[in-house]
């Protein structure tokens, strides 16, 4: 069990969630980016807890999962708001809060 | 640089991981750019069976693939006509930044992937057995005896969470 091909995997998802995040201008693939940049820190998380014979990093992983999981229904109850009141699913339209 | 002694499995599997992971970006159609998620996330949990903690597997298959996925699946049933939308709008953001920023990213990530090989990745010094580890009754024990007060200050987040969504979601009577 090599720790290095796992954390090489996870940096290369947790990049193309960053360049997800960066480019995309639909909010809801911005959204699923983001929960790839948290699977990421998942495999991380799991690979290291393996390697190291602690069960922690799972507990980590559990932990994650629930915040990724309120993380998106939130989000997607923000989208469906802005929706509704202004028919956009675009991110640079997103701009309310602009002072 | 160390010599990896790594399944042909993994290698299958890590490589359909990137490869499902970019076709999130490269999709043109945001249900597209779903369903390569849903791929990454049962590769991801194919992975994990790989190491053997099948606990994770099964939550991530259940609480991502399960729950996450069709709740965006919906959502994005529910603008089909919004998506083509955005084509037809003007960008605000400015290009070279963005494009520059994520050089920067990658650019690092890259550093830490030189410096990586020279990390001691062979320590083994766990204090479980490997019979025991990752095991449902190892994790449920941790779970309620070690991390008790993490893990209801999650619930409380969670219930917060589900009252959010259902404030935000909700129709504004005007």
């Known amino acids: ?99 | 640089m160390v010599v990896m002694e790594i399944a042909p499995l993994q290698w299958v599997l890590g490589l359909v991981l990137i490869l499902s992971s970019l076709g999130v970006l490269l999709a043109k159609e945001a249900v597209h750019a779903c369903l390569s998620f849903m791929l990454a996330l049962l590769t991801l949990a194919g992975l994990y069976l790989e190491l053997h903690v099948e606990l994770i597997a099964a939550l991530q298959v259940l609480v991502y693939a399960g729950a996450i996925l069709v709740l965006f699946m919906f959502v994005i049933v529910l603008f089909q006509d919004a998506h083509a939308k955005i084509l037809h709008s003007k960008a605000r953001s400015n290009r070279w930044l963005i494009v520059s920023s994520a050089s920067l990213f990658a650019a690092a990530f890259l550093l830490f992937a030189i410096w990586m090989p020279n990390v001691n990745h062979h320590v083994n010094q766990g204090t479980l057995q490997p019979a025991q580890f990752g095991t449902l009754k190892s994790i449920g024990k941790a779970l309620y005896i070690d991390y008790f007060f993490p893990f209801e200050a999650v619930i409380l987040l969670f219930l917060v969470a589900i009252v959010g969504a259902l404030y935000i979601g909700k129709k504004e009577r005007s």
């Open chain 1, 1 to 99: 069990m090599d720790v290095t091909f796992f954390i090489f995997l996870s940096m290369a998802m947790f990049v193309i969630g960053i360049v997800g995040v960066l480019f995309k201008r639909n909010i809801l693939i911005f959204i699923l980016s983001i929960e790839m940049m948290l699977n990421a820190g998942n495999l991380a998380f799991v690979a290291f807890s393996k390697t190291w014979g602690d069960q922690t990093g799972l507990l980590w992983v559990f932990f994650i999962l629930v915040v990724a999981a309120a993380e998106a229904a939130i989000g997607l109850a923000i989208v469906i708001n802005q929706f509704r009141n202004r028919q956009v699913v675009d991110i640079d339209q997103y701009d309310e809060l602009k002072g």
